[in-house]
């Protein structure tokens, strides 16, 4: 049996039931790989379902204004990702869906992974997206390197070329990666419970323990944080966008104490000042003579 053969009999066995896996449609495949952009798959799982009752395609999202597709996301966090997803639906509603990876670059906010995951899932092409996680599986599989970076990327492009079947389920091999990655190939994987295990480069010198599990993860540390608050600036963003919807409207001057009881006028004005200066930019929010709403359009 060949290895890929090997991970696809494991997959139907061990795989996740996820709705967007049960779909070729590329709008539901688009939405539940932007809302896996930073949430966990189980909270993604609920707003899928009610973003897709809300919005159950592109016609229907790209009409929707930005207070609409705001408070449809509201819990997922990092909103700009609803704001990018309609212009994407307006831009499909012009000029089409694409049929293939590269039709799908060319839109504003698609990037090279998603992609390449519209591709293999949507269209059925044989091409391997890769995101954190099947870096990390696709590097120890195939290269043999425990903790890699997206400087292996081109390696493990070419690897998979070889791994991927030429035809059947190659477009199953990403989903059933992703599945090893998040339930045996962990940062500290579990070698002797994988099935790739007599296929994989990595695992006698992770069975060995000659590997060193680095300490803390990147992303975490990349986080803007000001001063000595508790929390991340996204997490500000979030209370000023939910404060913002409730209460229609609300004055710069009170919106601080709102987001943050131990706002302090003399050190954190200017900070809170910078985060509406983004939101504004992005077109969640306006701020005019001081007062503070959830954006709309021009007519
Ligand atoms: Fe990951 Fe170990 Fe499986 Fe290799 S054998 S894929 S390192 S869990």
């Not at 996740?16 to 539901?28: E, G, K, M, Q």
């Not at 790209?62 to 639906?89: H, K």
């Not at 492009?157 to 990655?181: I, N, S, T």
């Not at 009881?261 to 809170?272: E, I, K, R, S, Y």
Request: proline share 6%; charged share 25%; aromatic share 10%.
């Amino acid at each position: 049996m060949s290895p890929a053969a090997t991970l696809l009999r494991w997959f139907d066995r061990h795989g996740r039931d996820l709705p967007w896996r049960n779909t070729r449609s590329a709008y539901r495949i688009l939405v539940s790989e932007i809302m896996l952009q930073q949430t966990q798959v189980t909270r993604v799982l609920i707003f899928y379902a009610r973003w897709l009752r809300l919005f159950p395609d592109w016609k229907k999202l790209a009409r929707a204004t930005n207070a609409d597709v705001i408070a449809a996301w509201s819990g997922l966090g990092y909103n700009r990702r609803a704001l990018m997803l309609r212009d994407i639906a307006r831009a499909v509603v012009e000029q089409g869906e694409p049929t293939d990876e590269g039709g799908w670059r060319a839109f504003k906010g698609i990037g090279p992974y998603t992609a390449a995951a519209l591709a293999a899932f949507s269209l059925h092409k044989r091409v391997l997206p890769i995101d954190t996680n099947i870096r990390r599986v696709g590097a120890r599989l195939w290269l043999g390197i425990p903790f890699p970076s997206f400087t292996n990327d081109d390696r493990i492009r070419r690897a998979a070329e070889k791994f991927l079947p030429k035809r059947g389920r190659f477009y199953d091999v990403p989903q059933a990666l992703f599945d090893l990655a998040s339930l045996v190939c962990t940062k500290t994987p579990n070698c002797t419970a994988c099935p790739m295990r007599a296929d994989c480069l990595a695992a006698p010198k992770f069975i060995a323990e000659r590997v060193r599990i680095p300490k803390q993860s990147i992303k975490k540390s990349l986080e803007t944080k000001h001063r000595n608050k508790p929390h991340p600036d996204r997490i500000y963003r979030g209370r000023i966008l939910k404060v913002v919807q409730e209460k229609t409207s609300v004055s710069v001057n009170t919106l601080g104490r709102l987001v943050d009881p131990c706002f302090d006028v003399t050190h954190d004005q200017a900070w809170l000042l910078r985060m509406l200066d983004r939101m504004h930019k992005d077109q969640m929010i306006s701020v005019r003579a001081q007062t503070v709403r959830i954006f709309t359009m021009p007519s």
